[in-house]
């Protein structure tokens, strides 16, 4: 076969740029929706969390509400339990507020590199291919997610209404 006789299975109107811009649109896509996925997951550990911790809370007022006198040993272990449960609790939650916050910073710096590669890349690029500069808004205003725009704000309020932890 001749150099000419080679046929490509892309359709003649599209060029190399085409396909590495559009891989590299997925590929931004991707990263975008992994990191959706981490912060739905974190919404949810809080969540079951939040969920737990007002649940011996609740359990624990019940206990409390007993004047000491009325309170037999036992009560005062479960006391002494739920208390216990309800620290390591809020232990667990307290690292998993640091975690969404390391990933927080991770996801800035990652923006950030990303920002200087596509500033060196992208003028050489609007030049070959004569399209127009357009301004991407920021990750933050690209997404509704309350836990984007509010970061650890939600966390440290734990779950809203249903609990008081903090």
């Known amino acids: 076969l001749a150099k000419d006789d080679v046929v490509s ?29 981490s912060e739905l997951r974190y919404m949810m550990d809080d969540i ?19 004047p000491d006198k009325d309170k037999s040993n036992e009560d005062r272990q479960k006391e002494d339990e739920l208390l216990q449960q309800i620290h390591k609790l809020v232990e667990t939650r307290d690292f998993l507020v640091d ?7 991770r996801e800035k710096e990652e923006d950030k590199e990303m920002a200087e590669f596509l500033k060196s890349r992208l003028p050489r690029n609007l030049k070959k291919s004569g399209a127009s500069s357009r301004r991407v808004p920021a990750r933050a205003q690209q997404t509704s997610s309350p836990f984007t725009k509010t970061g650890l704000t939600l966390l440290k309020e734990c779950c809203g209404f249903t609990c008081s932890i903090m």
């Open 9 to 37: 299975m892309a359709d003649s109107t599209i060029t190399v740029d085409d396909i590495e811009g559009e891989l590299f649109k997925i590929e931004r896509i991707r990263d975008i929706l992994v990191r959706r996925e």
């Open 99 to 105: 975690d969404v916050e390391f990933e927080r910073l």
């Open 48 to 66: 079951q969390l939040c969920k737990e911790i007002t649940r011996l809370k609740n359990e624990l007022h019940k206990l409390v509400s007993i």
